[in-house]
């Protein structure tokens, strides 16, 4: 794993445990606790069994992370009672176990953690590809989304893709895009912003998520538009503005 090798064969100990051979939800848990907090593997395992109601496979990796791989039949334990009601898709059900099992460990564990899930995989095929993805996602969530702590490998391709460019590139790109007029992004704008796009730039989905009259959000859009000329409501501005806002917050830490 060091060396980024993803095919190696899986050490005597895993190769051995029938359980990998059958399709697992791979999660990777890391934990912020101090270096001098002592956590108990037996404990954490009890932990994880008791909120999956079900036996898993814990693996220790570096300090403080553990892969978790809980059992396939979790997509679909409860969809008898979901009858009648629109199928959730996989992502969603992903997304939903994440956000339990992060609350539950939040409360029950050490504190704050991050938590990354990929899609369902067969361990025995894919275990080390499956855990240098999972490192990734935290790594691209904890970058790209700071007060975030479930990350969902599906949620974060763009992330992915920013990252891989140069980083003379991504400063040329916003100055391009903001033409050096970047205090225009201050605290308000970014949420506004932010909920404007997770919202589909649906104008009155947004002002009912901000708490705001709808005239006030339109004037927030006509602001920013008039400051930079750039019309979010537009989609090649749109576009524009939602790569320079992921990017401006990353340049900006660094």
């Given at each position: 794993?060091?060396?980024?090798?993803?095919?190696?064969?899986?050490?005597?100990?895993?190769?051995?445990?029938?359980?990998?051979?059958?399709?697992?939800?791979?999660?990777?848990?890391?934990?912020?606790?101090?270096?001098?907090?002592?956590?108990?593997?037996?404990?954490?395992?009890?932990?994880?069994?008791?909120?999956?109601?079900?036996?898993i496979i814990l693996i220790p990796l570096l300090e403080k992370e553990w892969l978790i791989l809980a059992p396939e039949g979790l997509l679909t334990s409860g969809s008898e009672e979901r009858e009648g009601d629109e199928e959730e898709s996989v992502e969603q059900i992903l997304d939903a176990l994440g956000s339990g099992l992060y609350e539950m460990l939040a409360n029950e564990w050490?504190?704050?953690?991050?938590?990354?899930?990929?899609?369902?995989?067969?361990?025995?095929?894919?275990?080390?590809?499956?855990?240098?993805?999972?490192?990734?996602?935290?790594?691209?969530?904890?970058?790209?989304?700071?007060?975030?702590?479930?990350?969902?490998?599906?949620?974060?391709?763009?992330?992915?893709?920013?990252?891989?460019?140069?980083?003379?590139?991504?400063?040329?790109?916003?100055?391009?895009?903001?033409?050096?007029?970047?205090?225009?992004?201050?605290?308000?704008?970014?949420?506004?912003?932010?909920?404007?796009?997770?919202?589909?730039?649906?104008?009155?989905?947004?002002?009912?998520?901000?708490?705001?009259?709808?005239?006030?959000?339109?004037?927030?859009?006509?602001?920013?538009?008039?400051?930079?000329?750039?019309?979010?409501?537009?989609?090649?501005?749109?576009?524009?503005?939602?790569?320079?806002?992921?990017?401006?917050?990353?340049?900006?830490?660094?």
């Open positions: 794993m060091e060396r980024g090798s993803t095919h190696a064969e899986l050490p005597d100990a895993l190769a051995s445990q029938s359980s990998l051979y059958s399709t697992k939800i791979p999660l990777l848990l890391y934990g912020d606790y101090s270096q001098n907090q002592r956590v108990s593997y037996a404990e954490l395992k009890k932990l994880l069994e008791s909120f999956f109601e079900s036996e050490v504190g704050e953690c991050h938590l990354a899930i990929d899609y369902p995989v067969k361990p025995s095929k894919s275990l080390f590809a499956t855990i240098l993805k999972l490192r990734e996602t935290i790594m691209l969530g904890r970058s790209f989304h700071v007060g975030s702590f479930i990350h969902l490998r599906w949620e974060l391709r763009l992330e992915k893709l920013l990252h891989l460019i140069d980083e003379e590139e991504k400063a040329e790109f916003l100055e391009q895009v903001l033409r050096g007029i970047d205090h225009v992004l201050d605290a308000e704008t970014v949420i506004t912003l932010e909920h404007f796009f997770t919202l589909d730039c649906n104008v009155s989905e947004t002002a009912k998520k901000l708490y705001i009259h709808r005239n006030t959000l339109l004037y927030r859009l006509d602001k920013f538009k008039n400051e930079t000329g750039l019309d979010v409501r537009t989609f090649n501005h749109a576009v524009l503005v939602r790569l320079a806002l992921l990017l401006y917050k990353v340049t900006k830490r660094k």
